[in-house]
């Protein structure tokens, strides 16, 4: 198999998978929370604050809109190529594993939650596919050659988005898992792989330090006070073996949602199970168990996967993992028994090998690995529907609501559709995240909008008025009013008024105490 048809082949599955799994959101026109607050723009300020400084440029190629279907297609696109070098870097043959490989690039839980952010998700996987040609580049046998550019595409990427380095990370690993399992190579020579992957890496971050610094002198900005960024950690073993518990409890949560037993939590385990099946298999056949050392490593290497994909935990106490928009890295660990499994002898892995009885009989290990990755790959697709109808719904029920608000306010005498608005409280219920599927961030249902500035953007965005939002101080000013007293929450006929000049709404309580500080 060369390199060109295993690349396309692969990518081929990437974009009729993607499509397949993700066509619900590109032909649908659905907000967040975010993107409700940063309507038309990605937010130059704030991405460059956090150190995505590049982030932005991608407005010069599509503009500064929300285009779901041409953002979700280039995504889509990015994801297929990145597959296709996945594929190539790891020689994964076979219709069936390069199927699955493609299926769990595109379409796994955190491109489902990315796509709730659809105004910045396009600039967020080109950066995927760096750091992925990044790990490729430099596994190649010629890598001497692509040192400047493996360091440049690190350094690019993070600019995009630091987070994808765990995914790196994961792929450096399996790499050097399959290493370890191949009596080939020495250990020196598993060493010296690592450190080949590690001298580009440090080079690109002093690269994208030294952009950082040139971007915030350019454009006047700072580091954000963004899940404990530029806050200076705590010390001591304690702290450290706090966020090193943190780690693990943290990856478990992705692939043991709500630690209860459905089909989603059991093939997980499986499919770990399938993983250590493999491994011991290779060990034992190649007698590895003679060189302690090499499967000593390897089972470090899986020992670590959760702090590899974690390691954010370590840099700032404030992070979360708790959506899993930060897990991208924790979802490559599915591709291990994708990867691994090509180390035994199955054939060449395709369809017409697996309808025959005597391959069946011969590679039964293999079909139970084959079925377990297609539900779970399949599952991915499912989680992914449910979730965008879950937004879908969630707008429309956002979209209701301030119609009706709407109506009420042009009600009241002396309305204009360009007056301040103040707004007191939210109808925010609390999120229904998809069942059994891990917690995807945006991805909620019933009414969305949490604050004031939401609504006032939805309201103009969707209702086409102009209305303005109260200072702070005139907020509170009317709040010590009694006409503000006398009113009544919504949906009584008392929540909506008029007060100095600026249309009053009382939605509920929520944060009403904020007004009298």
Request: net charge neutral; with cysteine.
């Amino acid at each position: 198999m060369n390199l060109k048809n295993r690349f396309i082949n692969t990518f081929i599955f990437g974009i009729i998978l993607g499509l397949a799994t993700h066509m619900y959101r590109l032909t649908n026109w659905m907000l967040c929370e975010d993107s409700l607050n940063y309507l038309d723009t990605i937010s130059p300020s704030w991405t460059i604050s956090v150190g995505r400084y590049w982030l932005p440029k991608v407005e010069y190629i599509r503009g500064t809109y929300e285009l779901s279907w041409l953002i979700g297609l280039m995504c889509i696109i990015f994801l297929a190529l990145s597959s296709g070098i996945i594929a190539e870097m790891f020689k994964v043959d076979g219709t069936i594993r390069r199927l699955l490989l493609a299926w769990i690039v595109v379409c796994n839980p955190v491109v489902t939650s990315t796509f709730a952010y659809m105004y910045t998700a396009d600039g967020y996987y080109f950066g995927f596919m760096l750091i992925c040609l990044y790990a490729y580049l430099l596994d190649r046998e010629d890598k001497k050659r692509f040192y400047i550019p493996a360091t440049i595409c690190f350094a690019v990427s993070m600019a995009f988005y630091q987070g994808f380095i765990t995914a790196a990370i994961v792929l450096i690993f399996i790499r050097l898992i399959l290493m370890l399992l191949d009596e080939k190579y020495k250990i020196k020579d598993v060493l010296y792989k690592g450190l080949g992957y590690l001298i580009p890496a440090g080079i690109g971050c002093g690269i994208y330090y030294i952009g950082l610094k040139i971007a915030w002198k350019i454009t006047d900005h700072s580091l954000a006070a963004y899940m404990g960024l530029g806050e200076k950690p705590k010390q001591g073993l304690i702290r450290y073996w706090y966020e090193l518990k943190e780690c693990y409890i943290d990856f478990a949560r992705v692939f043991l949602v709500r630690w209860k037993l459905t089909g989603y939590n059991v093939t997980n385990v499986i499919m770990f199970l399938i993983v250590a099946v493999i491994i011991l298999t290779l060990i034992t056949k190649r007698k590895l168990w003679k060189h302690p050392s090499r499967w000593l490593l390897v089972i470090l290497l899986c020992g670590l996967l959760p702090v590899a994909t974690h390691i954010f935990e370590f840099l700032s106490e404030s992070v979360s993992y708790t959506t899993t928009i930060m897990d991208y890295g924790t979802m490559m660990v599915f591709l291990m028994p994708v990867v691994l499994i090509g180390q035994l002898d199955l054939g060449d892995g395709s369809f017409s090998e697996l309808i025959k009885m005597d391959y069946i009989k011969k590679h039964i290990f293999w079909i139970v690995t084959a079925a377990v990755m297609l539900y779970i790959s399949f599952n991915f697709t499912v989680i992914a529907n449910k979730a965008y109808y879950n937004m879908f719904m969630a707008n429309k029920n956002c979209e209701t609501l301030v119609n009706r608000i709407e109506t009420r306010m042009e009600m009241i005498d002396g309305y204009d559709s360009e007056m301040e608005v103040m707004m007191v409280g939210s109808c925010y219920q609390m999120p229904e995240y998809v069942t059994n599927a891990p917690m995807m961030s945006g991805v909620v249902s019933n009414i969305f909008i949490t604050g004031e500035n939401g609504y006032v953007n939805y309201m103009n965005k969707m209702l086409s008025t102009g209305y303005g939002k109260a200072s702070l101080d005139k907020e509170k000013e009317i709040a010590q009013t009694d006409e503000y007293k006398e009113m009544g929450y919504w949906p009584s006929m008392s929540s909506v008024k008029i007060i100095d000049d600026v249309m009053v709404i009382k939605l509920s309580d929520n944060d009403e105490d904020l007004l009298y500080e």
